[in-house]
């Protein structure tokens, strides 16, 4: 089993930055790629970021490209990303995950991944 906390959501500006944190606790997560998902208000939920176990790749939903970046620190059991230059429409909120020891290294699909955070709340103002 591998619990998931995830943080660092807030309220912040249109233009501003935001860093979220997701610390792995239980089995180790370092041979698992990991993601980000958020939910809008009203919305499903949707990807916005994956890396692999190592942390050499990485792939990101189209509408943040250029502005978030997900990175880990497998010797702290820890997935992180920076959210910079934000939008209103990236309020939501966002999930991190662990994926499925099988998948590849950056899965995109909900049904790729076996364990969840409980998710932390990012409201960006306009």
């Known amino acids: 089993q591998v619990q998931l906390a995830d943080s660092g959501g807030g309220l912040v500006q249109a233009g501003g930055s935001l860093r979220l944190s997701c610390a792995a606790s239980g089995r180790t997560f370092s041979s698992h790629a990991a993601g980000w998902f958020r939910q809008a208000s009203g919305k499903e939920r949707e990807f916005v970021a994956a890396?692999?176990?190592?942390?050499?790749?990485?792939y990101y939903v189209d509408s943040v490209k250029g502005r978030f970046t997900i990175s880990r620190d497998n010797a702290k059991n820890s997935v992180y990303l920076q959210m910079n230059s934000l939008k209103p429409e990236d309020t939501a909120i966002y999930y991190c995950?662990?994926?499925?020891?099988?998948?590849?290294?950056?899965?995109?699909?909900?049904?790729?991944?076996?364990?969840w955070g409980q998710g932390t709340q990012v409201t960006v103002s306009s």
């Open positions: 890396i692999s176990w190592s942390g050499d790749m990485t």
């Open positions: 995950a662990v994926a499925k020891a099988y998948e590849g290294p950056t899965p995109s699909f909900e049904n790729e991944y076996d364990y």
